[in-house]
């Protein structure tokens, strides 16, 4: 019974990560990563976009690092929680996505 709970949690997770992420990438925010999040999380989840919008709630919202990723794990081993952010599609790589982390402070 426990391995079905455990399912039923990472498929609400999951569930709860796509409609997080559907909202950032309409409304051209980076996607904060929350800690239920970062083993979940999936290249094609952060929006992509140049320009970030920033939310009404978040004071500052300044990129920090840029890295280059090409699988969801390594997206995985180099996410920090607390952490938004998003895919560069104006810098191009051969193989791979330029990530831009961007560190937030809330209200």
């Known amino acids: 019974m426990n391995n079905l709970n455990e399912l039923a949690d990472l498929h609400n997770?999951?569930?709860n990560l796509e409609l997080v992420s559907k909202q950032a990438k309409a409304h051209?925010?980076?996607?904060l990563i929350w800690p239920e999040d970062k083993a979940l999380?999936?290249?094609?989840d952060l929006?992509?976009?140049?320009?970030?919008n920033?939310?009404?709630?978040?004071?500052?919202?300044?990129p920090s690092m840029?890295?280059?990723?090409?699988?969801?794990?390594?997206?995985?081993d180099l996410v920090k929680v607390d952490r938004a952010?998003?895919?560069?599609?104006?810098?191009?790589?051969?193989?791979g996505?330029?990530?831009?982390?961007?560190?937030?402070?809330?209200?």
């Open 41 to 44: 999380l999936r290249i094609a």
């Open 97 to 107: 996505y330029h990530l831009v982390e961007y560190r937030v402070e809330s209200r």
């Open 13 to 15: 997770r999951r569930a």
């Open 54 to 62: 920033q939310p009404v709630n978040w004071v500052k919202c300044e």
């Open 85 to 95: 952010y998003s895919i560069n599609p104006a810098v191009q790589h051969i193989t």
């Open 28 to 31: 051209g925010y980076p996607l």
């Open 47 to 52: 929006p992509v976009f140049v320009k970030v």
């Open 66 to 76: 840029t890295f280059r990723v090409t699988s969801d794990q390594q997206l995985r």
